[in-house]
């Protein structure tokens, strides 16, 4: 089962904050639930904040189990998800909901602004890609187009 903690993540950019938390609270040299916790909120954002909290306080030895977390959070899995806008909250929600449905493993986004993709996304994700953009549709449609109109032997490079 997947640590709680984990399920909340959703992009490569939490997951860094997680992680430089978690560097953070294990520098402190406390076992103190109150220190950690308070640090945990100076460090975090809310959500990450709350469900680090609540396993900091379920927990028996505290520092096995950020060092634990630690250690999960270097199997994470990471697919890169290229996008001609920024995504919306909602957006990177709706896309990380499928992707756990989908994949059932712990994966983040990895979200890259690539304005050229015009529409439409590429994906990368061990070592497959894949370019679904409305950028690549047009170039298709347009060599298609040149093809019936010169052949093959004007073909753009």
Do not use: C
Not at 72 to 81: A, C, G, Q, R, T
Not at 113 to 130: D, E, H, M, N
Request: no cysteine; net charge neutral; hydrophobic share 40%.
């Amino acid at each position: 089962m997947k640590d709680p903690v984990l399920d909340i993540l959703k992009t490569t950019y939490e997951a860094s904050e997680l992680t430089r938390a978690l560097h953070a609270l294990l520098q402190v040299g406390t076992t103190d639930k109150k220190v950690l916790a308070s640090e945990a909120e100076r460090l975090l954002s809310h959500s990450l904040a709350k469900a680090l909290i609540d396993q900091i306080n379920d927990t028996k030895d505290v520092q096995i189990y950020l060092k634990t977390l630690l250690a999960s959070m270097n199997k994470l899995e990471v697919i890169h998800l290229g996008l001609a806008f920024e995504p919306s909250g909602d957006l990177v929600e709706k896309l990380s909901l499928w992707i756990d449905k989908n994949l059932g493993e712990a994966v983040v986004i990895d979200f890259e602004l690539k304005p050229q993709l015009i529409g439409g996304a590429s994906i990368s994700y061990k070592g497959r890609y894949g370019d679904y953009s409305l950028s690549k549709k047009i170039d298709e449609y347009l060599e298609i187009k040149r093809q019936e109109k010169f052949g093959n032997k004007n073909k753009i490079r």
